[in-house]
């Protein structure tokens, strides 16, 4: 298995401390070899972990490292560019999350990857939501929907939405489809979704209390 594959299957099943050693070795590695395209996938696995532990100065350090190990090649800008708009996100700057995402789907669209416009366009409307552009951001999870999105994220856009507009027992129903679609394919959800999963559930749990939102929870995730 090759070091890129590897390093991200480990970070989607949340294993940071393999995540870790894999990349710290990595990075010895490719800067010897005069790799780039290996230094900045190691840089750019050391920055989600340091998303994942809410070190969002360190991500941004990390990620910043890794598109200057880029040097300008455009192919190897793009994880970096995800991880610098996340890290804006994180932090609660959703003017300049939006400028990010929208760089990085421009990007992506160069580069004719339309796979991760897609992933990327789901990121923009979570963000459009945070700035209170409901409509937009549901445009925006229809177009993704309609491009063949995975079905665990599609999920997750419906907490978003039916969160945000007040539906908190459709919420819970979904966050237990959520979690079983996760968990049917070993994963676990990427940091900043798992903050916004986490923000909507304890709005239901607000909202309905925990007896009734452990029922809805349990009619959305199959037996």
Wanted: aromatic content about 6%.
């Amino acid at each position: 298995m090759e070091f890129a594959e590897e390093v991200r299957a480990a970070f989607r099943r949340g294993d940071s401390a393999g995540v870790t050693v894999l990349a710290r070795a990595e990075v010895e590695r490719a800067r010897a070899a005069g790799d780039s395209g290996g230094e900045v996938e190691a840089l750019y696995a050391l920055s989600r972990v340091a998303l994942r532990e809410d070190d969002l100065p360190r991500a941004e350090e990390l990620a910043q490292a890794a598109l200057a190990a880029a040097m300008g090649e455009r192919v190897l800008e793009e994880r970096p560019r995800h991880v610098l708009a996340a890290v804006a996100r994180l932090s609660g700057n959703y003017l300049l999350a939006r400028e990010r995402y929208l760089a990085s789907i421009a990007l992506n669209e160069e580069l004719g990857r339309p796979d991760v416009v897609t992933s990327e366009s789901y990121n923009l409307a979570v963000t459009e939501l945070h700035l209170g552009n409901l409509q937009r951001a549901r445009e925006l999870f229809a177009e993704v929907g309609e491009r063949g999105f995975e079905a665990r994220y599609l999920s997750m856009a419906g907490v978003a939405m039916a969160s945000a507009d007040g539906d908190h027992a459709l919420a819970a129903r979904l966050l237990g489809r959520t979690d079983a679609e996760f968990a049917a394919v070993g994963q676990v959800p990427d940091p900043d979704d798992a903050r916004d999963l986490s923000a909507a559930r304890d709005l239901a749990v607000a909202a309905l209390g925990e007896e009734r939102f452990t029922a809805e929870y349990q009619v959305g995730a199959p037996s």
